[in-house]
């Protein structure tokens, strides 16, 4: 089923549609589905061919809640894909994973990386151009965001979830909002969870608490798998994030300059776990615009002040 939306907030509306509920996995699954945002001039009553041959950058939304809880219906929040699409220059798709309490690690970074292949490989039918695929998470969104961006191309992450193994679940571009980076790094710096407990959801997510499992815990901490050649990130994260240390985005942040890749850290003073609404407008379209349409400047690193949100 096709649902339209238009927006008419402070420039003209820009029709999309979404065709939701699609199986990437071809599992039955509802946690192995995807929301797809299509512009009404590629999309039609027939679910949505690509008559036109345009093709557009594809933005990925994955959502957050510990990898035990939310859904890929957060992507529809006004200010994430909606505020994406109203460009008129980019695709959306929002995605489901399987929770930990259903399946846990490496289960996860398989479903994101068979959605990823999924898109990839009918992206000729829905006019996403393959070769500029963001993903932009929030939370444990923005881990499983930074896991895709940091293992293009390791075989060992790639599973065999869907009928698209031959497809690439390379993304190129990465939105990061305060995802953690490093699990077994997460207890050395304030916070209302104790992480390494057994019943953090960190240690969840792992099935034992991660102190007791260091391999996976490395294997599924973003930081370990950063190597030179990869692509683009912009990192989001409160300084009084009481969830997720701000240490996780420094850390990576600082590891990816090593390394010679592009990354940017966006800071805000007295911010929790949670970012302002216009930072969309402010700094995630611009730095789209630039990776994939060369326009506009790269994005420095900022410290922002905000007293409320």
């Given at each position: 089923?096709?649902?339209?939306?238009?927006?008419?907030?402070?420039?003209?509306?820009?029709?999309?549609?979404?065709?939701?509920?699609?199986n990437?996995?071809?599992?039955?699954?509802?946690?192995?589905?995807?929301?797809?945002?299509?512009?009404?001039?590629?999309?039609?009553?027939?679910?949505?061919?690509?008559?036109e041959?345009?093709?557009?950058?594809?933005?990925?939304?994955?959502?957050?809640?510990?990898?035990?809880?939310?859904?890929?219906?957060?992507?529809?929040?006004?200010?994430?894909?909606?505020?994406?699409?109203?460009?008129?220059?980019?695709?959306?798709?929002?995605?489901?994973?399987?929770?930990?309490?259903?399946?846990?690690?490496?289960?996860?970074?398989?479903?994101?990386?068979?959605?990823?292949?999924?898109?990839?490989?009918n992206?000729?039918?829905?006019?996403i151009?393959?070769?500029?695929?963001?993903?932009?998470?929030?939370?444990?969104?923005?881990?499983?965001?930074?896991?895709?961006?940091?293992?293009?191309?390791?075989?060992?992450?790639?599973?065999?979830?869907?009928?698209?193994?031959?497809?690439?679940?390379?993304?190129?571009?990465?939105?990061?909002?305060?995802?953690?980076?490093?699990?077994?790094?997460?207890?050395e710096?304030?916070?209302?969870?104790?992480?390494?407990?057994?019943?953090?959801?960190?240690?969840?997510?792992?099935?034992e608490?991660?102190?007791?499992?260091?391999?996976?815990?490395?294997?599924?901490?973003?930081?370990?798998?950063?190597?030179?050649?990869?692509?683009?990130?912009?990192?989001?994260?409160?300084?009084?994030?009481?969830?997720?240390?701000?240490?996780?985005?420094?850390?990576?942040?600082?590891?990816?300059?090593?390394?010679?890749?592009?990354?940017c850290?966006?800071?805000?003073?007295?911010?929790?776990?949670?970012?302002?609404?216009?930072f969309?407008?402010?700094?995630?379209?611009?730095?789209?615009?630039?990776?994939?349409?060369?326009?506009?400047?790269?994005?420095?690193?900022?410290?922002?002040?905000?007293?409320?949100?």
């Amino acid at each position: 089923m096709l649902s339209c939306i238009s927006l008419s907030a402070d420039d003209k509306a820009i029709p999309f549609k979404i065709i939701p509920d699609i199986n990437y996995a071809n599992s039955g699954n509802p946690r192995q589905t995807l929301d797809l945002y299509l512009s009404t001039k590629i999309a039609d009553s027939n679910h949505s061919i690509n008559t036109e041959k345009q093709v557009l950058p594809l933005v990925i939304w994955v959502h957050g809640g510990g990898w035990q809880n939310g859904s890929k219906l957060s992507g529809k929040k006004p200010s994430r894909l909606p505020r994406i699409l109203k460009t008129g220059r980019y695709l959306g798709a929002s995605i489901n994973y399987r929770l930990s309490g259903e399946s846990i690690w490496p289960a996860q970074i398989h479903d994101c990386k068979a959605a990823v292949r999924w898109l990839s490989a009918n992206a000729s039918k829905y006019g996403i151009n393959k070769n500029k695929i963001a993903v932009w998470g929030s939370s444990a969104g923005g881990h499983l965001a930074s896991m895709l961006g940091n293992t293009n191309g390791v075989e060992e992450l790639e599973g065999n979830t869907g009928d698209f193994l031959k497809s690439k679940s390379d993304v190129h571009a990465v939105i990061n909002f305060y995802g953690p980076s490093a699990l077994l790094q997460m207890d050395e710096y304030p916070s209302k969870i104790k992480h390494n407990s057994k019943n953090s959801p960190e240690s969840r997510l792992l099935g034992e608490a991660i102190v007791e499992v260091p391999y996976l815990a490395r294997q599924a901490s973003p930081l370990h798998h950063v190597k030179k050649g990869g692509p683009p990130f912009i990192h989001f994260h409160g300084k009084l994030d009481a969830l997720v240390p701000y240490h996780q985005s420094l850390t990576l942040h600082k590891k990816m300059r090593s390394k010679r890749n592009e990354s940017c850290l966006i800071s805000v003073q007295k911010g929790t776990h949670n970012m302002p609404e216009n930072f969309t407008f402010k700094f995630v379209i611009p730095f789209l615009d630039y990776v994939f349409y060369g326009k506009g400047n790269p994005i420095n690193d900022q410290e922002i002040i905000i007293d409320k949100y």
